[in-house]
């Protein structure tokens, strides 16, 4: 340690309705997990959705998990060597649940994806928009 170093805080934590949730410095953002599933806000503020509506993103996700594996997959195949099930990881973002009831299913970290991240963005059950970049 250095005459002039720090140590580093800790991040914030606080346990909501037996949910660890994470305030990380270091991007700045929310993260919990709930029932095995990483949830993350990039907003100031976080809105932490009910168990109820945490209960119906996952029942989403589980119903749109095939129709996003085929997106993945064609896009994908656009990128060379890039596939799917290459210990990529998903998340999903809630910041804009609480306005409109949206949220944001990122695919990222492939091992042959180098940087390439895939967002869905899931609005009334459905789809509604998709985007891939580095």
């Given at each position: ?78 990128w060379g060597d ?53």
């Amino acid at each position: 340690m250095g005459l002039f170093s720090k140590t580093s805080k800790p991040n914030p934590r606080l346990t909501v309705a037996g949910i660890e949730v994470v305030f990380h410095r270091d991007h700045e953002g929310w993260e919990f997990s709930y029932r095995g599933v990483k949830f993350l806000s990039f907003l100031p503020a976080l809105t932490l959705p009910s168990i109820a509506e945490l209960d119906s993103i996952l029942v989403t996700l589980e119903s749109l998990k095939s129709e996003m594996r085929t997106r993945l997959r064609k896009g994908l195949s656009e990128w060379g060597d890039a596939r799917l099930d290459d210990e990529e990881s998903c998340s999903v973002n809630v910041q804009d649940h609480a306005a409109d009831k949206s949220f944001t299913v990122s695919w990222s970290d492939g091992a042959s994806w180098g940087d390439l991240g895939v967002a869905f963005i899931i609005r009334c059950s459905v789809i509604a928009d998709e985007s891939w970049g580095d």
